[in-house]
Structure formats: C-alpha cells, structure tokens
C-alpha cells in the first residue's frame, strides 16, 4: 500500500520559477492534500542551469530567509553536464545570478546553512533510508538524478519513490534550439540517462503544455494584485520579475517549475489530459540534439527500439483555473481559498 506521507527531494536551478514552485511546496507541508497524502521537503537540492551551481544555491538559501524556512536542508549539487557543452548559452533570460542581477538579497552564510554532503550522495542516502517513500521533482537539468543513477545504479533505482519531470517536448518546439527545451538541451546525456533508465514511468510536464496552457494569469495581475501582498518572498520575486519580464513586453504570466509542483500537489484538479509513451532523447542530431523523441506507434507491434515499455506519463493539458488560486495561495494572498482543492 503507497505511504501516504510522502518526503520530497526538490532538485532545482532556482530562477524565479524554481522560486515559485519551492514555495508551493513548502506552503503544502500545511496541508491535508487529496487523497489523504501529506508531504514533507526533506532536501533542496541545486544543479547547473538557469545559472551556474554557485548562484542556484545561494538563492535556494535566500528563498529560504524569505520564507523562514532555514530549518530546510541544501545540498549542492553538480557544477557541469555529463558532457561538456560545445557551445554558450547565451540568452542568459534570468539573469548571470539567476534573479536578474538584481542584488540586496537576503544575507545568507554558505559556510554555515550549506549541507557538507554532495546532492548526489545525499539523494541515494534519503532514498536509501526511506525505501519506497521519497518523491524526486526535478525542475532543472537532470545532471544530478542521472549522477545518481550512474554511481548506484538499481540499489538507488529500486528504493525511489515518484519521479517528477519538467522537461522536453511533445511536437519539438524548443525555446533554447528551435527543437529543445531548456533543461533537457542543458544536459541531453543525463535526461537520456534519466528516462532510459527508470522502471516505473516518470511524470513528465513539457514545455508545450505549459507556454500554449490558458492560465488566465495576466502579468498586469502577477506584478499588482499578487505583488501587492507585503511578505519578504513575494516582495523579491515581484521585483525581479518586473525587472526581468516588463522589458520584454510579457503580457501572460508563465511559471513552468510551479505548473509541475501544481499537477505534482494537486493532481486530480491541474491534469486535464495525460498519457503514456516510450521516451527518449535525441543526442546526435544536428538539428535536433536535446529534443524529446516520443514514440507515437505504442502498442502496436513494431521494431525492438519503438517496442520498449513505457516510461512516461506525459501531461498534454493542464487545467488553467485551479493554479491561479494555487498561486495566490502560494504567494499569501487572502482571497485564495485552496481548501477546495483540498478535499
């Protein structure tokens, strides 16, 4: 019978949008969700990505001071991909530091608040001394699971709980190469690795369904209705959001690592449609390196490569109405009235 309190290792390259989700998900440790679970985070853990390792970690540390949750442990994790990239990101669309360089943070003490154990090591540990009962959301590039995967192989494979993914695509429309998403192209080997490798299919949100989603969340109201509550969180992320997103002319207000940790939460209320594939990823393509490659011929009987098991649960369509009250409730706002999506 599945535990219904469930510990969550949450292994980001905080960004605003890590930001958003690891609040959510610390807010919910409050709560009595559907289906009689609890939850409870028992590590942050940081990977290269939105910004280098150094940078992610110190801002999970910052979030951590807005939200007065130090009692929370951080791990820092992997500094590279598995294999070195031959080219630049460049886009840089949060910024050098991960929070648009915008500074006066939250004085945080790497040397006195930052675990000594490596991410990797301490994920195979919790999972380790909690068989069966630890749930992975991954909301960056998947270097430090596959590390994992790669040191322990099935003694860490075997002891895992759920694995949340957001990542790849569905119709190859990519926002970092014309057919890769961010995360899976920051480390193509280790998403490879990830879903090659995995025994019970992974939920995975892709980018598709988060930019093409109809949220009703305008950025007029994320910056002046749900930026006008006074908490030190919300506070930070509206000023780096204005910075980061006004420039650009955003008219929609999209937060994907928050999208999963909804459907993650509140799975009956977010997924409107999903469905099981094959997946992999593609590694070689000129055009194509780092996209999604889902077999569309499932349950038919093909070659042994299309033939293989399923290993994924994709969401196609999420529902737009129950994340904005779950994003006002994450950032204190006191209209949301998320006991409804709670029974």
């Known amino acids: 019978m599945e535990n219904k309190k469930r ?3 949450y292994d980001c390259d905080i960004g605003t949008d890590d930001a958003w989700g690891l609040a959510m998900m610390l807010r919910a440790e409050e709560l009595a969700l559907p ?19 150094d940078n992610g970690t110190l801002n999970a540390l910052r979030i951590l001071h807005t939200l007065d949750r130090r009692d929370v442990p951080v791990f820092r994790g992997c500094a590279d991909p598995i294999v070195p990239r031959s080219w630049a990101y460049t886009n840089l669309f949060h910024g050098h530091d991960g929070l648009n360089d915008l ?18 090591n301490a994920m195979y540990r919790l999972a380790s ?9 991954l909301c960056g590039p998947l270097t430090n699971f596959a590390n994992c995967i790669n040191l322990y192989g099935q003694a ?3 002891k895992i709980g759920g694995v949340y993914i957001m990542g790849g695509n569905i119709f190859g429309k990519g926002n970092v190469t014309k057919s890769a998403e961010f995360n899976f192209m920051m480390d193509p080997e280790a998403a490879h690795i990830a879903l090659e490798r995995l ?18 969340i305008t950025l007029d109201w994320r910056l002046n209705v749900l930026g006008s509550v006074d908490h030190p ?14 420039p650009r002319g955003f008219q929609k207000w999209v937060s994907c690592d928050s999208l999963l940790t909804a459907a993650y ?28 490659v889902l077999d569309h011929l499932r349950g038919r009987k093909v070659d042994a490569i299309h033939g293989k098991k399923n290993n994924v649960r994709v969401v196609r369509r999420l529902n737009g109405e129950p994340f904005r009250t779950i994003i006002a409730w994450t950032g204190f706002l006191n209209e949301a009235d998320i006991a409804q999506l709670c029974i």
């Not at 500074?103 to 990797?120: F, I, K, N, R, T």
């Not at 025994?199 to 009703?216: H, K």
């Open 7 to 9: 510990l969550v290792i």
């Open 35 to 53: 289906g009689g679970r609890s939850i409870k985070v028992v590590a942050i853990t940081t990977v290269q990505g939105n910004t280098d390792v």
């Open 103 to 120: 500074g006066d943070y939250p004085e945080v003490s790497v040397e006195q608040e930052l675990q000594p154990e490596h991410a990797v």
């Open 129 to 137: 001394q909690h068989p069966g009962q630890v749930d992975f959301l």
């Open 156 to 158: 860490f494979l075997d």
């Open 199 to 216: 025994s019970c299919p992974a939920l995975i949100l892709p980018w598709e369904p988060c930019i093409d989603g109809e949220f009703g």
């Open 233 to 246: 969180f919300v506070k930070l992320l509206t000023r780096v959001e204005r910075s980061m997103l006004e």
């Open 265 to 292: 939460l509140f799975p009956e209320a977010m997924i409107a449609d999903q469905r099981e594939y094959y997946a992999t990823v593609e590694l070689t393509g000129a055009h194509t390196r780092g996209q999604m």
